[in-house]
């Protein structure tokens, strides 16, 4: 028993890594937008379409009171998916209890996301903060699935890297979002990955002067993680 649940195991990890191996990471947020040393500019040709993609959220407690008072990339979002209603019923129970909830919109398909809040945690640690993130990632991956007619592009971002991320934790964002991400793909379920296996993940990164942090963590994932 203990050597095919091992063997499931592994199987799992192997299959995670060809996803995260999968997984592009892009310079720009999930808008298409791009932060250059302070200057915002709109990449050509990367503004999500409503059809094909579909954008995370990572939302604040202002989604289920008023979204006119949320900061930071759900400002930016909810401006140009002009989301002026806050989420009611088990939707806001929901997203309370960090469970990503799935919403359409004129604009196309949200998923949000509130991330964990490192500072009022207290987390310390990149295994901590993992350990809370891999939960996120893991729902968001289950909402896009259970999307109807599910558009064939998923825009995620790294979640609770700003506004709720601490000053310690900041410079290890990139490998502790990209070790999160894939701890919660070998979560999956065969059957779940089957369904991912026609759709582009993007990992979209805001900040210029990030991007090849990311992409060194998510490269790394395939050479030096083991199940």
Not at 61 to 70: G, I, R
Not at 187 to 209: G, P
Request: charged share 15%.
């Amino acid at each position: 028993l203990q050597a095919a649940l091992a063997a499931e195991q592994a199987l799992a990890a192997k299959q995670a890594r060809v996803f995260v191996g999968r997984t592009t990471v892009q310079a720009y947020s999930v808008l298409g937008t791009q932060d250059i040393a302070g200057q915002i500019i709109h990449v050509t040709g990367k503004a999500p379409n409503a059809i094909a993609d579909v954008i995370v959220d990572p939302a604040g407690p202002a989604l289920k009171s008023n979204p006119y008072d949320a900061r930071g990339a759900s400002r930016a979002i909810y401006d140009e998916y002009n989301i002026t209603n806050k989420l009611a019923g088990d939707d806001a129970t929901n997203l309370k209890n960090h469970n990503a909830v799935a919403k359409k919109y004129t604009n196309g398909w949200v998923i949000h996301i509130i991330g964990p809040n490192f500072n009022a945690l207290s987390i310390t640690t990149s295994k901590q903060a993992i350990k809370q993130l891999r939960a996120c990632y893991l729902s968001v991956l289950r909402a896009y699935i259970a999307i109807p007619e599910r558009p064939p592009y998923l825009r995620l971002l790294p979640i609770s890297s700003g506004l709720f991320c601490t000053q310690a934790l900041q410079p290890d964002m990139p490998d502790i979002t990209a070790k999160a991400y894939f701890q919660a793909l070998k979560a999956l379920k065969a059957s779940e990955l089957n369904e991912l296996l026609s759709c582009q993940l993007s990992m979209c990164i805001y900040f210029q002067s990030l991007v090849n942090n990311y992409r060194v963590a998510f490269k790394a994932i395939n050479k030096t993680l083991t199940a």
